[in-house]
């Protein structure tokens, strides 16, 4: 079992940034992918990011590789999401998850997820 809870979250300028963070409970942790998503109000929600459960690997979804980065600190169970740049478009519900395993773009495949957290970028 993990629980996650998303902070960080809030109102940010167009070209402005924001960090997420996500603190896991549990013990198991480390074994566990974890992924970002996000949902915009009447959109499904949406891949943003994950990375493998020892951060050696990330991906992103097309639409913010270059602008956020994933990172993971397994020693105090967190994943964050550094979100630089920031455009309106990116505005939604930020969510994060934890799949046992690899880690997947297919929101479906994870087991765990967050309440999550409410980004709004304003022009």
């Known amino acids: 079992q993990v629980r996650l809870v998303e902070s960080g979250g809030g109102l940010v300028q167009a070209g402005g940034s924001l960090r997420l963070s996500c603190a896991a409970s549990?013990?198991?942790?480390?074994?566990?992918?974890m992924g970002w998503f996000r949902q915009a109000p009447g959109k499904e929600r949406e891949f943003v990011a994950a990375?493998?459960?020892?951060?050696?690997?990330?991906a992103y979804a097309d639409s913010v590789k270059g602008r956020f980065t994933i990172s993971r600190d397994n020693a105090k169970n967190t994943v964050s999401l550094q979100m630089n740049r920031l455009k309106p478009e990116d505005t939604a519900v930020y969510y994060c998850?934890?799949?046992?395993?690899?880690?997947?773009?297919?929101?479906?495949?994870?087991?765990?997820w967050g309440q999550g957290t409410q980004v709004i970028v304003s022009l």
């Open positions: 549990g013990r198991t942790f480390g074994s566990y992918a």
């Open positions: 998850a934890a799949r046992f395993g690899a880690y997947s773009e297919y929101y479906a495949h994870y087991d765990y």
């Open positions: 990375i493998t459960w020892n951060g050696a690997s990330a």
